[in-house]
């Protein structure tokens, strides 16, 4: 594989809250196993790559900007090979999550996407929603703010009207759900998946894994979490992934979150192995088309 050269677009520290060592660990690791594997990998910031860096015909990307994904669509649309799809990336954003993962099928919570403008409070009690967690619908997470429980419609109203001031236009309304929080990570078409409770390993971003709470370890099928887990990523586009659900008590799970390459942090080493295998195997496939 020594004539493949591969562009590695770090994840800016926007995009990181909280996990900026995280993220570059997890990326450093698998360029590292992508070099033992014969390739040459130049890494590039977000700004550089925005900027017009990286000619490479393989973009390993963990970015997360607009103006990223953008350019992440473009190269792949002129046939480079890139991983994560551009078009994955954009589909972990918020409201493009939740309608496809309704529209799919797939586990997801009774959910609203609103304008933040706009009164919620009827469409919340028509729907038997109180507790529930608003999002901004505009792409992922940078600050605490941008994902928040509320309790009650007046409650989410207020913050919705705060969202509005502070220049976000759409939300993601989620019914909060009881249960386990399960944390889990998955590389597509390896079978690597591996999933832990978040409040045991002092794994968090903002706290908010406390309104859930310790976890009573309710059994459930973590090999059908898996499957699902998988055709979600499928349906998603996104080869490299991570996500969040609530296991209720009767072994039902509901995947509250879905995210594009996450930080893999307490199975990096083994998780960076088999990311450079897939990308091998990414480039492998393309070679035969």
Same mark, same amino acid.
């Given at each position: 594989?020594?004539?493949? $050269?591969?562009?590695?677009?770090? $994840?800016?520290?926007?995009?990181?809250?909280n996990h900026i060592g995280n993220d570059a660990a997890i990326f450093n690791l698998v360029a590292e196993q992508l070099r033992k $594997?014969?390739?040459?990998?130049?890494?590039?910031?977000e700004e550089q790559f925005i900027a017009g860096g990286a000619d490479e015909p393989v973009v390993l990307a963990m970015c997360r900007d607009e103006r990223s994904i953008k350019r992440l669509q473009e190269l792949e649309d002129a046939?480079?090979?890139?991983?994560?799809s551009g078009y994955g990336i954009e589909n972990c954003g918020r409201e493009r999550l939740a309608r496809i993962m309704?529209?799919?099928?797939l586990p997801y919570p009774d959910t609203l996407v609103v304008n933040t403008d706009e009164g919620v409070r009827d469409s919340l009690r028509s729907a038997g929603i109180d507790a529930c967690w608003i999002k901004r619908g505009d792409g992922q997470s940078q600050h605490k703010e941008d994902v928040?429980?509320?309790r009650h419609?007046?409650?989410?109203?207020? !913050? !919705?009207?705060?969202?509005?001031?502070?220049?976000?236009? $759409?939300?993601v309304i989620n019914r909060h759900l009881v249960g386990d929080l399960v944390k889990f990570y998955g590389i597509l078409g390896t079978g690597f998946f591996y999933w832990f409770y978040p409040m045991e390993r002092n794994h968090s971003k903002f706290g908010d894994e406390n309104i859930n709470g310790n976890p009573h370890h309710l059994a459930f099928d973590p090999e059908k979490l898996k499957h699902v887990s998988m055709r979600a990523a499928d349906i998603l586009d996104i080869r490299i992934f991570g996500g969040d659900c609530i296991v209720a008590s009767d072994g039902t799970f509901t995947i509250i979150d879905f995210n594009d390459w996450p930080s893999f942090a307490p199975c990096r080493q083994d998780a960076a192995l088999h990311i450079a295998r897939?990308?091998?195997t990414a480039i492998k496939e393309a070679r035969k088309d």
């Amino acid at each position: 594989m020594a004539e493949i $050269r591969i562009a590695g677009v770090m $994840r800016a520290g926007a995009y990181s809250p909280n996990h900026i060592g995280n993220d570059a660990a997890i990326f450093n690791l698998v360029a590292e196993q992508l070099r033992k $594997r014969g390739c040459e990998v130049n890494v590039y910031s977000e700004e550089q790559f925005i900027a017009g860096g990286a000619d490479e015909p393989v973009v390993l990307a963990m970015c997360r900007d607009e103006r990223s994904i953008k350019r992440l669509q473009e190269l792949e649309d002129a046939g480079v090979i890139v991983i994560n799809s551009g078009y994955g990336i954009e589909n972990c954003g918020r409201e493009r999550l939740a309608r496809i993962m309704k529209g799919s099928g797939l586990p997801y919570p009774d959910t609203l996407v609103v304008n933040t403008d706009e009164g919620v409070r009827d469409s919340l009690r028509s729907a038997g929603i109180d507790a529930c967690w608003i999002k901004r619908g505009d792409g992922q997470s940078q600050h605490k703010e941008d994902v928040c429980y509320v309790r009650h419609a007046d409650e989410a109203q207020e !913050l !919705l009207q705060e969202f509005f001031m502070r220049g976000i236009k $759409r939300a993601v309304i989620n019914r909060h759900l009881v249960g386990d929080l399960v944390k889990f990570y998955g590389i597509l078409g390896t079978g690597f998946f591996y999933w832990f409770y978040p409040m045991e390993r002092n794994h968090s971003k903002f706290g908010d894994e406390n309104i859930n709470g310790n976890p009573h370890h309710l059994a459930f099928d973590p090999e059908k979490l898996k499957h699902v887990s998988m055709r979600a990523a499928d349906i998603l586009d996104i080869r490299i992934f991570g996500g969040d659900c609530i296991v209720a008590s009767d072994g039902t799970f509901t995947i509250i979150d879905f995210n594009d390459w996450p930080s893999f942090a307490p199975c990096r080493q083994d998780a960076a192995l088999h990311i450079a295998r897939a990308v091998i195997t990414a480039i492998k496939e393309a070679r035969k088309d």
